[in-house]
């Protein structure tokens, strides 16, 4: 996840290298490294009509223990996770003798590209997401599938039943007597989840805990929002 700042226009590199499946390639597997359930639910939607698996985890060591009993035909890294920065999985992954078809790194923070990129990610992908079409555009190289397959109109929703497990997650990281690097991470991942539902207060709320170090009024907003979501 991510730390808030005002969302900016930042171009979208297309995969550097080329790659065409074999003959008779008919689906493949990616691997999903997220730890919201907000932003995976969006693109397990996206995904929809790849002929392929998506496969999720939500941390560094998840991907690495699911690496180690597959290979994945696209690898999609979000570049803040709780336990490390997803730069030094694509690092890993983007060794000569162990190079993916396509790695892409997605972070809510455009500025990272630059790190992505030259930690050889084929490409970078900002959130929130635009459309589903710029999604399946670099998807299309590794799931040629999603080429010929029409993206629904519009741009994607920006709510899913994922939301109220990410707003729990907040709530249990801020209340809960962790570590001070543990905080951080909570102070990260709320202002990502700002920011993806673009949700001035919250954004707000989250700039005042950081400056302040008093996390009250923005467990307090994290509960406001708790309430107005369906339960089903």
């Known amino acids: 996840m991510t730390t808030t700042h005002a969302r900016t226009s930042a171009p979208t590199r297309l995969p550097r290298q080329s790659f065409s499946p074999p003959p008779g390639h008919r689906g493949g597997t990616l691997l999903l490294v997220e730890d919201s359930r907000q932003t995976s639910d969006s693109i397990r939607l996206m995904f929809q009509g790849a002929i392929g698996r998506l496969r999720r985890t ?34 890993d992954l983007t060794m000569d003798n ?40 670099l998807l299309a190289p590794a799931f ?6 029409p993206a629904p109109p519009g741009a994607l929703p920006q709510r899913t039943l994922g939301l109220r497990d990410d707003l729990f997650l907040a709530l ?54 708790l309430a107005d979501q369906p339960l089903i």
Not at 144 to 149: E, P
Not at 206 to 215: C, E, F, K, T
């Open 144 to 149: 040629f599938a999603l080429r010929a397959t």
């Open 172 to 225: 249990e990281l801020l209340c809960g007597r962790a570590q001070e690097d543990r905080r951080g991470y909570a102070l990260q991942f709320t202002a990502a989840l700002a920011r993806a539902l673009e949700d001035t207060a919250l954004a707000e709320a989250v700039h005042d805990a950081r400056r302040s170090g008093d996390a009250v009024p923005l467990i307090a907003c994290l509960r406001r929002r």
């Open 58 to 91: 939500d941390s560094l060591q998840g991907a690495r223990r699911h690496l180690s009993l597959y290979t994945p035909d696209a690898v999609l890294v979000d570049l803040g996770l709780p336990d490390g920065n997803g730069l030094d999985l694509i690092a």
């Open 98 to 137: 162990t190079r993916l078809p396509l790695i892409i790194a997605m972070s809510g923070q455009p500025e990272l590209e630059t790190a992505a990129l030259a930690a050889r990610a084929d490409a970078f992908l900002a959130k929130p997401f635009e459309s589903v079409a710029q999604f399946r555009r």
